[in-house]
């Protein structure tokens, strides 16, 4: 347990050190038609896409970033689909090119990213943010994300997340590149309020084996507990008579994702 994690600190990089590690706390808000929210406690990983962690032998099946988890699933490595995603939209990355992903890693065989975060950035500045929001289905949308000085932007829902909403309104988004702390939100906006809020807080950690230990044991199983939390909550609004919106692709069930 001496080990280090291997790291992509360098004077020529802009941005966040990495790897990192976000001890965090997730919520979700349903203001309507039914009221109801939660919390739950997790952490995530912050990782430069060119410099994925290498971590000690004994931990690697605690922390896994396969290509197949994210995007389609079918590009060569991480960056390389995060890099055609770009170039489907125009943007191509400068010099020092360096793309961040938050998310959480596969965890003893098992993974769910609700939201995965990429920061990419070049030599001038930020260039794109994309946001890749996966539903308990299944499916995967990415958003580009051309953000404000504060990390804020607005892009129409796409992908059917719950069974309890439509796709159609937008989401409002505040994607600021994680510091010491992390700070997310995505509020669905329908007819000019928000009927669900999710938002994320952590505090960074540097992502020593020592660090991702004590994580692991705090939140055993984290990716799993997470996907199980939005089914039972998708199964108690679903009794409390939260109508079914059905997807005109496949027919859903009370145990999607609850937003």
């Given at each position: 347990?001496?080990?280090t994690v291997?790291?992509?600190?360098?004077?020529n990089?802009?941005?966040?050190?990495?790897?990192a590690?976000?001890e965090s706390?997730?919520?979700?808000?349903?203001?309507a038609?039914v009221?109801?929210?939660?919390?739950?406690r997790?952490?995530?990983?912050?990782?430069?896409l060119?410099h994925l962690?290498?971590?000690?032998?004994?931990?690697?099946p605690?922390a896994g970033?396969?290509?197949?988890d994210?995007?389609?699933g079918d590009?060569?490595t991480?960056?390389a689909?995060?890099?055609?995603f770009l170039a489907?939209?125009?943007?191509t990355?400068?010099?020092?090119?360096r793309?961040?992903?938050?998310?959480q890693?596969?965890?003893?065989?098992?993974v769910?990213?609700?939201?995965?975060v990429?920061?990419?950035?070049?030599r001038?500045?930020l260039r794109?943010?994309?946001?890749?929001?996966h539903n308990?289905?299944?499916?995967?949308?990415?958003?580009?994300v051309h953000?404000?000085?504060?990390?804020?932007a607005?892009?129409?829902?796409a992908?059917?997340?719950?069974?309890?909403?439509r796709v159609?309104?937008?989401?409002?988004?505040?994607?600021?590149?994680?510091?010491?702390?992390?700070s997310?939100t995505?509020?669905l906006?329908?007819?000019g309020?928000?009927p669900?809020?999710a938002?994320?807080?952590g505090?960074?950690?540097?992502a020593?084996?020592?660090a991702?230990?004590?994580?692991?044991?705090?939140?055993?199983l984290a990716?799993?507990v997470?996907?199980?939390?939005?089914?039972?909550?998708?199964?108690?609004l679903?009794?409390?008579?939260?109508?079914?919106?059905?997807?005109?692709?496949?027919?859903?069930?009370?145990t999607?994702?609850?937003?």
């Amino acid at each position: 347990m001496g080990a280090t994690v291997s790291s992509s600190t360098s004077p020529n990089h802009a941005g966040p050190t990495t790897p990192a590690l976000y001890e965090s706390v997730v919520g979700h808000v349903r203001t309507a038609p039914v009221h109801n929210a939660f919390t739950h406690r997790t952490y995530y990983w912050l990782v430069d896409l060119d410099h994925l962690p290498r971590l000690p032998l004994l931990l690697r099946p605690l922390a896994g970033f396969r290509t197949a988890d994210h995007g389609d699933g079918d590009a060569s490595t991480l960056r390389a689909g995060v890099d055609t995603f770009l170039a489907e939209h125009g943007i191509t990355l400068g010099e020092e090119p360096r793309v961040l992903m938050l998310c959480q890693a596969r965890v003893l065989g098992y993974v769910f990213n609700p939201l995965t975060v990429y920061w990419c950035r070049d030599r001038t500045g930020l260039r794109a943010v994309v946001a890749e929001v996966h539903n308990t289905y299944g499916d995967r949308h990415r958003y580009l994300v051309h953000t404000d000085d504060r990390g804020r932007a607005t892009v129409d829902k796409a992908l059917y997340v719950s069974p309890f909403n439509r796709v159609e309104g937008h989401y409002r988004l505040t994607l600021p590149e994680p510091g010491p702390r992390l700070s997310l939100t995505v509020a669905l906006h329908r007819h000019g309020h928000p009927p669900f809020t999710a938002t994320v807080r952590g505090t960074r950690r540097k992502a020593t084996p020592g660090a991702l230990l004590r994580a692991a044991l705090r939140h055993p199983l984290a990716p799993l507990v997470a996907a199980a939390r939005i089914r039972l909550q998708g199964i108690g609004l679903y009794l409390r008579g939260l109508p079914v919106q059905p997807d005109r692709n496949k027919a859903p069930t009370p145990t999607g994702t609850p937003r």
